[in-house]
């Protein structure tokens, strides 16, 4: 059929009905339509951040008398790391601390940077680059095969080793074996010292009447 018919409706006084109308003329509904896609731009670095940290007192009095403190010191430690899809990271680890030992003459409050460096993760290969503390084994109370990196050695060993284990500024490669054994490779770009207490502090290695006496 090309034309509908309609069936008059009953009107109020004065209201003209609609005209009847073909189905060819009828209006026809807009379909709606799905919005073209979008694509979500990707970073080529998309990195996940992990925050750690901690505030640490440290206490050690002499035995000959509890009210002198050989040690005493307040530690604000943070650390921050960033990791890839790819398992490469970037980390940064840093100390702000206070010292105030009864012998000395007043406080003093220093920072350390102690690790900044990029891992960058393959196959059988772990390569980094930049400040890292390298550890070689270590004994209980004693450092034997741990010489890569330096120590603090201003309170000799009354910190953790962690603690008092200085970074260096370096490259370290690490590669792994289908049987399971690994090869470490480094490259240090400048040697760091080891830091020693003063003569006046009583961790002090060598006697200072000792060293009067060959005057």
Known sequence: ??????????????????????????????????????????????????????LQESV????????????????????????????????????????????????????RLREAYLRLRFDKVDLRLGRQQIAWGEADGAIVSDQVSPFDLTNFIVPEFDEIRLGVDGVTLDYYFD??????????GRFTSPDFPDLASPWSFVDPDALGGLA
């Open 60 to 111: 050690a009095p002499s035995l000959d008398d509890p009210d002198e403190l050989l040690f005493h010191r307040q530690t604000l430690h943070m650390e921050l790391e960033g990791y890839t899809g790819g398992g490469h990271m970037l980390r940064l680890a840093a100390d702000v601390y206070r010292d105030d030992a009864s012998f000395q003459d007043e406080s003093t409050v220093k920072s």
């Open 179 to 188: 049987d399971g054994s690994d090869l470490q490779l480094l490259w240090l």
């Open 1 to 54: 059929l090309e034309q509908a018919s309609t069936r008059a409706t009953p009107t109020a006084p004065g209201k003209q009905v609609p005209a009847a109308s073909t189905i060819e003329d009828a209006p026809s509904r807009a379909t709606p339509t799905a919005a073209p896609a979008t694509k979500k731009k990707i970073s080529p670095i998309d990195l996940d951040f992990n925050t750690l940290g901690y």
